[in-house]
């Protein structure tokens, strides 16, 4: 029977064997920090879009559309309607696409989504709401009923027809200025890459050799 000095050497023993097998374990508790994914907690308000331009304009759009569209719906009769039918659709579609889209640059999305061109989408949907909502406030304009809801939409009508029209140009001057700069990123990258492999081929004469 062992005493307990036998106990005592055989406990320091194995907490010492237990010490070296620990520190030579490969599987070692880590102390590294565990990222966590924030999700939709990393969406932020961009209150410098908001204050730009294009902020400005967006959200001036998208009152002015709503607006028109709520005078509309206000008429109950209407014979024939389909003039108040065709602004209708023309100030809800804009309203709709135009909130999106600020909602989108607002919340800074757009630069989660850099495969989606922006810049075009932005152009495209501001040329062509300007477009409509120009022709369903001529054609509202030439086809009422002298109601003043009617009037009031027209007026909607053609104050967010301008306002479409200067984000227009404002956009086709960014869209510009983005092409030209990919454009110069380009022709500086074949630039470099015509310059490095002419140095290679003049660090190594064997090349010049075989094109001679």
């Known amino acids: ?44 308000c961009d209150t410098e879009y908001l204050k730009s331009n294009f902020g400005i304009l ?51 999305l757009n630069s989660k989504l850099p495969q989606i ?15 409509f909502f120009f022709l369903a406030s001529v054609v509202l304009a030439a086809l009422n009923h002298r109601l003043g809801a009617e009037i009031t939409a027209v007026v909607f009508g053609f104050l967010v027809t301008i306002v479409y029209a200067f984000n227009t140009f404002l956009a086709v001057k960014k869209w510009q200025l983005n092409s030209r700069r990919m454009n110069v990123g380009q022709s500086s990258e074949y630039t470099r890459a015509r310059t490095e492999s002419r140095g290679e081929v003049e660090s190594r004469p064997e090349i010049q050799r075989l094109e001679a």
């Open 117 to 131: 061109n922006w810049s075009l989408t932005d152009l495209v949907n501001t040329g062509a709401s300007m477009f």
């Open 1 to 44: 029977m062992r005493n307990n000095d036998d106990m005592d050497g055989f406990d320091g023993e194995a907490s010492n064997t237990s010490m070296i097998s620990g520190a030579t374990s490969p599987y070692q508790p880590t102390t590294e920090p565990v990222l966590q994914r924030h999700g939709l907690g990393s969406i932020r």
């Open 58 to 108: 967006k959200v001036c759009e998208v009152v002015l559309s709503m607006m028109a569209f709520i005078c509309i719906e206000t008429i109950m009769q209407c014979a024939p309607c389909g003039s108040l039918y065709f602004f209708e659709f023309v100030s809800c579609s804009a309203f709709v696409v135009t909130g999106i889209l600020l909602l989108i640059f607002s919340l800074n």
